[in-house]
Structure formats: structure tokens, C-alpha cells
């Protein structure tokens, strides 16, 4: 009979087609043979109940229709709508005793009609509207730096253009270049009276540096857009036209005598400048007078064109 019960083990764990026992049969770790389980079998799942709970809010009952295995704070949430009162701001009270929102429902013991307590957190709360309000902030805060940054793309646009005309030799206005400075400086007072915090505040930093680059370099272009080497250009141009246009000079010649008893006298000539009148040239004196061994020549002037 052991015999015969052993062969009919084996024939119903080769299932008769030849296949492997190994397939078919499984050994438990408390060394009991079971049929092996089908993996697509885990895949059909029942689902948990679902159950009534009673929720007191004050003098009035809610129930509500939620999963056996659902947490309280899927609970609050659902309550949120008939209550009124933010998921945060709950606390569910289930046999006198407070419940984590991670908290499962069946775990608690809770089971269809279960009467369930809610009452209104006040600290949870403030806690939210602090939240909300800083957040809040920092969302204004935000903004105000985003459009901060765009003007201040505007500016630096003018640095660039300005840093272009000055490194190929051209000349600014000094007003242009102080306007432009005074305008990235209002942007950086702006931006020291935003008050933010993480992300903002590395934002806020970010284009306080810009900003400070760029007054840096405007600072840079008003030095050298101011640097006197157009003055030796002046001087050599004001040289060129002393020598060439002769109407703007005049020669002044003075007659000094000799300290050596002679009534000869030498001749110096002097230059000077005159805005717009035509060279004056001086004439041979007719008459000359010796008062105390000194000649004082006589010119008579004549304009030319």
C-alpha cells in the first residue's frame, strides 16, 4: 500500500504529461509539499471592504463611505468637503485618542458604523496660514526679481554697445555714461529690498552680481572715455594751423637799443593771436625820435584780405 500511495504521489506530481515535479510542487521552509502557486494568480486581488464610518463634527454626524484599509489622512480629506475645514487643520479622535494621519484604518481597529471625533487644530492651523503667507512672499518676491533681471538684460544691452564704441577710439557723452550707471543702481536698490529666503534669495544674489559687474566696467569706460589723449591731437592740430593759416597771426616788432652807447637799434619780434582779424604787417617808421637814447617805430596798419 506505501508503495502504490508513493506512485500515485509521483503520477499526480509529474500531473500525468511528463512534466518536472519541480513545477508543480514546492516545499514550504517547515518542510510541508504544497502545489506550487500560479504567479498570475497574485495578480487577481480582492479588493478590501469598504465601510461606513461616523464622523461628529459638533452637533452633526457625517458618514462616510471609505476603504477598510484607507488611512486617516484619506479620511480628512475626504472630510474636507462636507466640513469645510482644511485636511490640515483636522484631528480625528477614534476611542479618545488622537490618530497619525499615516495611520490605517483597519490597523486602529476601526470597522463599518465606527463613530469617529473631529475637532478643529488651531495650531495646525497657524502653522498653514504662516505656510501660505510665506510662501506667498516668496512667490512676490520671485516675480520681483524676474522682472528686475529683464530690465537689467535691457541695460546691459547699452554697457555692450558702449564698451564697443569706447575699444575702437570713439568718444561718449560723460551725462550718458553717468545716467546709465545711476540706472543700474536703482535696479540694485530693488533688489537689496527684497527680503527671500533658498532658492530666491541665490536668485536675488545672482543679479545683485551682474548688476555690480556692469557699474565695474561702466566705471572703467567713463576713466578711459575720459582720458586726455584726444588733447595732444588738439595741440597738434592747433600746431598745423598756426603755421598754415597766416591771416590769425600778427608780428609785433619791437625796437630796443643797444646798451653799448650806438643809436642803432635791434629789431625783436614778438607773435600773437587774433580771433578774426587779418594779418596786420608792419610798415618802415618815416621819423624816428631819440628820447634817452630810445627809438619808438611808428606803423601804419593796413588790412589785407
Do not use: C
Request: aromatic residues 4%; charged residues 30%.
Amino acid at each position: 500500500m506505501k508503495t502504490e500511495a508513493t506512485a500515485t504521489h509521483g503520477r499526480s506530481a509529474s500531473g500525468g504529461g511528463g512534466e518536472p515535479a519541480a513545477r508543480e510542487w514546492e516545499l514550504r521552509p517547515g518542510g510541508m509539499l504544497v502545489q506550487k502557486r500560479n504567479p498570475d494568480s497574485d495578480r487577481i486581488s480582492i479588493p478590501p471592504p469598504t465601510i461606513r464610518v461616523r464622523v461628529k463634527y459638533g452637533s452633526i454626524y457625517h458618514e462616510i463611505h471609505i476603504n477598510s484599509q484607507a488611512t486617516f489622512g484619506e479620511l480628512k480629506k475626504m472630510l474636507t468637503g462636507p466640513t469645510g475645514l482644511h485636511h490640515q487643520d483636522q484631528k480625528l479622535l477614534y476611542k479618545d485618542k488622537e490618530r497619525d494621519s499615516k495611520a490605517f484604518l483597519d490597523m486602529a481597529g476601526v470597522k463599518d458604523k465606527s463613530k469617529i471625533v473631529l475637532i478643529e487644530d488651531p495650531i495646525s492651523q497657524e502653522k498653514r496660514l504662516l505656510e501660505m503667507r510665506k510662501n506667498a512672499k516668496m512667490e512676490k518676491a520671485s516675480k520681483s526679481i524676474s522682472e528686475i533681471s529683464l530690465e537689467i538684460d535691457r541695460l546691459a544691452g547699452r554697457v555692450s554697445a558702449f564698451e564697443s564704441i569706447i575699444s575702437k577710439g570713439g568718444r561718449l557723452g560723460e551725462k550718458d555714461v553717468v545716467n546709465l550707471i545711476e540706472l543700474l543702481m536703482n535696479q540694485l536698490l530693488k533688489l537689496d529690498g527684497i527680503m527671500a529666503d533658498g532658492d530666491v534669495k541665490l536668485q536675488r544674489k545672482m543679479q545683485v552680481k551682474r548688476v555690480q559687474k556692469y557699474v565695474e566696467t561702466l566705471d572703467m569706460l567713463k576713466i578711459k572715455n575720459s582720458m586726455p589723449s584726444n588733447n595732444g591731437v588738439e595741440m597738434e592740430m592747433q600746431t598745423q594751423h598756426r603755421h598754415t593759416n597766416g591771416q590769425k597771426l600778427a608780428p609785433i616788432q619791437e625796437q630796443q637799443p643797444k646798451h653799448s652807447g650806438s643809436d642803432e637799434a635791434v629789431v625783436t619780434t614778438k607773435w600773437e593771436m587774433f580771433d578774426s582779424l587779418p594779418a596786420l604787417l608792419p610798415a618802415p617808421s618815416t621819423s624816428t625820435s631819440k628820447t634817452n637814447n630810445s627809438v619808438q617805430p611808428k606803423f601804419p596798419w593796413e588790412f589785407f584780405d
